[in-house]
């Protein structure tokens, strides 16, 4: 229903913009609807107007309901909402992953769930040859969609993903990039539901383990050295 309605708000830009109307978003409040409404158009540009906003009034109760429901619904999955803490991950993508996966407890590396929702490529290998095509698309497609819009978001939300994802794009291409962002999400999603973590916990681990090389590193560098007593070793002495 959301695709719909994306489509329908579309086709209503594509109206708008041929008006001269250019309001992106600001379209669907009060006052940029009521300019959209009051174009003069032909007779059934007129008509697919009204039917495309009739449409829209009739899709937007029927979505807000089911949000509802799912939020309602997620609210019963520690699981789920502990993968909300993601930036990028809303309801319906935490309670999918939960609900589809089932038991993270049987999958033994992030690999294994990446191949298990069809976002690894497909291996043609003969011989010394080995050829990786498109992705295998198998399990659940539904998953994979929502993984793939996930990711988008937290493209656009953290730094870090946001640079990789136009290292890749530069390199591979934007749809290749996309999935690959999507495979990270996943494996990601994966771990913090095995582990138990939210997303705070993974950058909490990653600070005390940057703190543990450093904390050996200066160990190393406050180590005081004899010189006097090395220049008159034997082995020096040899040299």
């Known amino acids: 229903m959301v695709q719909a309605r994306t489509r329908i708000m579309n086709q209503l830009q594509a109206v708008a913009l041929n008006e001269g109307l250019r309001c992106k978003k600001r379209l669907w409040r009060e006052r940029g609807r009521q300019q959209l409404e009051s ?3 032909a007779r059934w540009a007129s008509r697919r107007r009204r039917d495309l906003l009739e ?7 029927t979505i807000a309901e089911l949000t509802q429901a799912i939020e309602q619904e997620v609210e019963k999955w520690p699981e789920a909402r502990r993968l909300m803490t993601h930036p990028g991950v809303g309801a319906l993508t935490a309670l999918a992953f939960v609900l589809i996966i089932g038991n993270a ?11 298990y929702v069809g976002l690894v490529p497909l291996e043609e290998s003969s011989g010394n ?9 198998q399990g659940s497609s539904m998953l994979r969609f929502l993984l793939v819009e996930a990711a988008q978001v937290t493209v656009r939300s953290l730094p870090e993903w946001r640079s990789k ?3 890749l794009m530069l390199r591979r291409g934007r749809k290749t ?5 999507a495979r990270r999400l996943a494996v990601r999603l994966y771990w913090m539901w095995r582990q138990g973590w939210d997303y705070g916990a993974i950058y909490a681990v990653r600070f005390a383990r940057g703190t543990a090389r450093k904390s050996r590193w200066c160990a190393v560098e406050r180590r005081v050295i004899d010189w006097a007593s090395r220049s008159s070793s034997p082995r020096s002495s040899k040299s």
């Open 105 to 115: 407890d049987r999958f033994r590396s992030g690999k294994q769930i990446a191949s």
């Open 39 to 41: 174009f003069r158009l």
């Open 165 to 167: 994802y136009l290292h």
């Open 177 to 181: 990039a996309k999935v690959a962002m």
């Open 129 to 137: 040859r080995r050829r990786l095509g498109h992705i295998t698309k």
């Open 55 to 61: 449409l829209m009034d009739r899709l937007n109760p």
